[in-house]
């Protein structure tokens, strides 16, 4: 099972199909009401997303809890069914499958979890983790198998001889290791890493972001990242994508990171992000109030409850849209288009 070593570069004028494309995606879950659904609310979590990631790019996606970044991930796995909207994987709308053809999508698209303990069976050893998944997709005899585990295990910094321990054998930094280990195994084109360092000592952390990266220039791979420090998503990502409430308010792409962000929301984000410097002044933005509820989110642009600059009455009646500026940047805020 050889690995990938680049990307194939698109002909010149050539449009690059996105790997993973999402269009007003939005999902809702009912709460309260009777036994037959009625009278009860929503829960809006998310409402109207669009996002697009590129074969060999890795997308960011920022922004506070609850905000829907890890209910995006689940739609995309095909773990739960979105309210409307779709889903384009290779061009193809993966909402329409089932059976062997949704068996197959799930080899190309995996996850890596937040928590790499609850994550993984506590009865089963390393080496039954990683070759489960062989042994679904039918994948190798048992020799080949075992091979292919005890690969996947050096690849990502551990050896031979861990295939017979235990989960709880291992530290919170193996254990992790262990979990993209095991989305690797398929070789996947797109990896979902689900806050993977959020839980990790920040000793371990730069260890695990160094070797996703290596990954993914080893095999290709396509990352959807989540997380909600603005400072690690711009290390290891080419665009980021900034979410409030359920929708996507803010995209930015490489070159533009080292400018100031556009959006009242970003601007807060990356102004609690810790500076690697002591000296270094800061001014901090202090949000006011709290998130509102998912259950009536406030009409117009959902930041106006907290934004340091809202425009009344527009900002309060109509939904900014997520407008391209140009370069890979893309915004949505009112404040921004009366200004420019």
Known sequence: MPAATSMPEPARGAEVVPLIEVRGLVK???????????GGGRVHALDGVDLAIA????????????????????????????????????????????????????????????????????????????AEPLVIHRLGGRRQRQEEVVRILEEVGLSEEHRQRFPHEFSGGQRQRIGIARALI????????????????????????NLLKKLQRTYGLTYLFIAHDLSVVRYASDRIAVMYLGK?????????????????????LLSAAPTPNPKAKSHRIVLAGDVPSPLSPPPGCRFNTRCPVVIKPLCLQEEPPLVDLGQGHLLACHRHRLLS
């Open 55 to 130: 074969p060999g790019q890795v997308l960011g996606l920022v922004g506070e809890s609850g905000c829907g970044k890890s209910t995006l991930a689940r739609q995309i796995l095909r773990l739960e069914e979105p309210t409307a909207g779709r889903i384009l994987f290779q061009g193809e709308d993966i909402l329409g499958l089932s059976g062997f053809r949704l068996k197959s999508l799930r080899r190309q698209i995996q996850i890596v979890f937040q928590d790499p303990f609850s994550s993984l069976n506590p009865r089963l050893t390393v080496g039954q983790i990683l």
């Open 28 to 38: 809702h879950y009912p709460v309260g009401g009777n036994v037959f659904g009625r």
């Open 186 to 209: 398929l070789k996947p084109k797109l990896i979902i890493a689900d806050e993977p360092i959020s839980a990790l000592d920040v000793s371990i952390q730069a260890q695990v972001l």
């Open 248 to 268: 996507i308010v803010e995209i930015k792409a490489k070159p533009g990171f080292a400018r100031p962000p556009l959006h009242p929301y970003t601007e807060a």
